[in-house]
């Protein structure tokens, strides 16, 4: 098991706090979405 304290960055897109959310981590290279499943058709365009 990995126990390397790392940090995470949430970025909420629209101030709203149940919309979309940007997160990301510290030392890795990639980037998360997270939204509730009714903004699919928003954020998929």
Not at 19 to 36: Q, Y
Request: hydrophobic residues 45%; proline residues 9%; neutral net charge.
């Amino acid at each position: 098991m990995n126990t390397t304290p790392f940090s995470l960055r949430i970025f909420v897109t629209d101030g709203d706090p149940d919309g979309l959310h940007i997160v990301d981590r510290s030392n890795w290279v990639g980037k998360a979405l997270v939204f509730p499943r009714a903004l699919l058709p928003h954020v998929i365009v």
